[in-house]
């Protein structure tokens, strides 16, 4: 904190050649400069997101909206996260956030029914559904995003086929086992796409340290996929992904090696596999 008050400061100060902390600045490769000003960006999204302030400020988004607004309140919370975050992401966000049910719609005795941390873990799922809408990263009801319910049970809870991203809540998750069995079908009569699931459950099969696997066919990600040389590290942010994996994607999956094969590709520590012609995971 004092070193950036420090900073500030000198920042307002007037320009000084012979100031060494000048000459530094001066001598800096616009690369490094560029490097130190996303830190701070970083560094100042950190502190409004700990700050007390900001908290306060999204408890009483969520109560005005509860008390009155036309939009569930955790969409609405959510819609506002997303424009204070994202500001590129709020023309699609306030087109697509006046539709869709509230998040959590678990209500009173119906809690009781799951496991402790389910209901958590299910609005927290139906959350991630709607931020990829809001995002713009959707498509129709397809894709799926799936998370491992717990580490005793090899459990998982997907969205049901038929929903839109924007109307998945956290009772409509369907939790199926890792050979596609429903375990619990949800608060919806739609069971879920059992061809799509087999490149999930494929992975958690074999990673159990991954937790959640999202597969999209968002229209960038499908070009980089379509591209002979895949994604090029040529900036910071594809740096950061760590090593990415490939497959040469065949067709709906309905073919045991191709699982294997998916596996194999993917290997023991990679979290990004892109899926040549076709998409992406992220896990
Ligand atoms: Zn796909």
């Given at each position: 904190?004092?070193?950036?008050?420090?900073?500030?400061?000198?920042?307002?100060?007037?320009?000084?050649?012979?100031?060494?902390?000048?000459?530094?600045?001066?001598?800096?490769?616009?690369?490094?400069?560029?490097?130190?000003?996303?830190?701070?960006?970083?560094?100042?999204?950190?502190?409004?997101?700990?700050?007390?302030?900001?908290?306060?400020?999204?408890?009483?988004?969520?109560?005005?909206?509860?008390?009155?607004?036309?939009?569930?309140?955790?969409?609405?919370?959510?819609?506002?996260?997303?424009?204070?975050?994202?500001?590129?992401?709020?023309?699609?966000?306030?087109?697509?956030?006046?539709?869709?049910?509230?998040?959590?719609?678990?209500?009173?005795?119906?809690?009781?029914?799951?496991a402790?941390?389910?209901?958590?873990?299910?609005?927290?799922?139906?959350?991630?559904?709607?931020?990829?809408?809001?995002?713009?990263?959707?498509?129709?009801?397809?894709?799926?995003?799936?998370?491992r319910v717990s580490r005793e049970q090899e459990h998982f809870?997907?969205?049901?086929?038929?929903?839109?991203?924007?109307?998945?809540?956290?009772?409509?998750?369907?939790?199926?086992d890792?050979?596609?069995?429903?375990v619990?079908?949800?608060?919806?009569?739609?069971?879920?796409?059992?061809?799509?699931?087999?490149?999930?459950?494929?992975?958690?099969?074999?990673?159990?340290?991954?937790?959640?696997?999202?597969?999209?066919?968002?229209?960038?990600?499908?070009?980089?996929?379509?591209?002979?040389?895949?994604?090029?590290?040529?900036?910071?942010?594809?740096?950061?992904?760590?090593?990415?994996?490939?497959?040469?994607?065949?067709?709906?999956?309905?073919?045991?090696?191709?699982?294997?094969?998916?596996?194999?590709?993917?290997?023991?520590?990679?979290?990004?596999?892109?899926?040549?012609?076709?998409?992406?995971?992220?896990?």
């Amino acid at each position: 904190m004092a070193t950036q008050t420090v900073n500030n400061n000198h920042h307002n100060d007037e320009f000084d050649p012979d100031d060494p902390e000048t000459q530094r600045e001066m001598m800096r490769p616009p690369d490094i400069e560029q490097d130190m000003k996303e830190m701070d960006r970083r560094r100042r999204v950190d502190v409004i997101l700990n700050s007390q302030v900001f908290r306060e400020e999204l408890e009483r988004i969520i109560e005005s909206q509860l008390n009155d607004g036309y939009l569930p309140a955790s969409l609405s919370a959510l819609q506002q996260v997303t424009e204070l975050l994202m500001p590129g992401a709020s023309s699609r966000a306030s087109r697509l956030g006046h539709s869709g049910p509230p998040i959590n719609d678990i209500r009173g005795v119906d809690g009781l029914k799951y496991a402790k941390g389910e209901k958590l873990l299910r609005c927290k799922l139906a959350s991630v559904y709607r931020l990829v809408d809001l995002y713009g990263w959707s498509m129709s009801i397809y894709n799926h995003i799936t998370v491992r319910v717990s580490r005793e049970q090899e459990h998982f809870l997907l969205n049901p086929f038929g929903l839109q991203y924007d109307e998945v809540t956290a009772s409509s998750l369907i939790k199926v086992d890792l050979q596609g069995n429903v375990v619990d079908p949800g608060s919806t009569n739609f069971t879920f796409n059992k061809a799509g699931y087999v490149l999930h459950s494929a992975i958690h099969a074999a990673r159990p340290d991954i937790n959640a696997v999202i597969h999209l066919h968002y229209g960038p990600c499908v070009a980089v996929s379509a591209m002979k040389h895949g994604l090029m590290l040529c900036c910071q942010e594809s740096c950061v992904l760590g090593h990415i994996s490939y497959h040469d994607y065949r067709g709906l999956l309905v073919n045991p090696e191709e699982r294997a094969d998916i596996v194999r590709n993917l290997g023991p520590s990679n979290k990004v596999l892109i899926l040549r012609n076709h998409g992406v995971v992220t896990c």
